[in-house]
């Protein structure tokens, strides 16, 4: 894992962390992170498994998590005020918020999926991700259209096929188990605050199904559903109204 940052980090500034999907580059926050960098400390993970320039290996959700708390501790004093992530890395920030001596203040989930998936439907997940994996490598003409379509901006397309030219297929097969494993919701304290994201396309259904499961055990979870929107859609390709909806959110708690 590689932590990339903008601007200079000092005791009593606050910290953003951004955390990017699956099969994302980490620069897929670009536009949102340059935002957030005129007041925010702004930290954006390249995870395991997704690393451009050297191979890693994404091992499960919750050891990424630990990775992530240990760096906290180590350059922020145990505290993310505001942790946000996009699929995967949304369901790594969910854990990481309920870890021990880990200080969050706002945890902004986009299409996240906090269940377990069936296993005839997680073996079709599985196939998706490996016939991703294998026609990015090859650069499938067909395979990089729909990534352009789904989730990936034109001007990330090298970072992208960087990622994928060093992905192995043990990251890949543990992608899929561990996002799509079981997920234990807990109750966090009442002073975090959880924006939860989502679309109403192809799997969003999921994230629907897990925000109303996190605000039931959260209540103060405020949930945002976005008509017609993919998989974090909104934050990729039309990064202002996210900005504008998280903004909007923090605000009106900061105000309260």
């Not at 990339?4 to 980490?26: A, D, Q």
């Not at 599985?126 to 294998?134: A, D, E, F, G």
């Not at 103060?220 to 559903?225: A, F, G, H, N, V």
């Amino acid at each position: 894992m590689i932590f990339h940052t903008l601007g200079e980090y000092e005791e009593g500034r606050k910290v953003i962390m951004l955390l990017h999907g699956e099969f994302m580059p980490w620069q897929i926050w670009e536009d949102i992170a340059i935002h957030f960098a005129d007041k925010y400390f702004v930290v954006v993970p390249e995870l395991d498994g997704h690393t451009q320039n050297k191979e890693s290996t994404f091992q499960s959700v919750e050891d990424e998590a630990l990775k992530i708390k240990e760096y906290a501790a180590e350059k922020l004093n145990g505290k993310i005020d505001i942790l946000c992530g996009m699929a995967m890395g949304g369901r790594i920030a969910a854990t990481l918020a309920g870890m021990p001596k880990i200080s969050v203040d706002y945890l902004i989930l986009d299409s996240v999926h906090l269940q377990k998936v069936p296993a005839l439907l997680l073996g079709v997940m599985r196939m998706n991700y490996r016939n991703l994996v294998k026609g990015s490598k090859n650069r499938d003409g067909k395979v990089l259209a729909s990534c352009a379509k789904d989730f990936l901006p034109d001007r990330y397309l090298g970072e992208y096929l960087q990622m994928m030219d060093l992905i192995k297929e043990n990251s890949v097969n543990n992608i899929s188990d561990s996002v799509f494993s079981d997920f234990y919701y807990q109750a966090y304290s009442q002073k975090l605050n959880i924006l939860f994201i989502h679309g109403t396309k192809g799997n969003e259904s999921i994230s629907k199904k897990c925000a109303q499961k996190m605000k039931e055990i959260n209540p103060q979870t405020e949930i945002r559903c976005f008509d017609g929107y993919g998989q974090s859609q909104m934050a990729i390709f039309e990064s202002a109204k996210w900005i504008q909806e998280v903004e909007s959110f923090i605000e009106g708690h900061t105000s309260s």
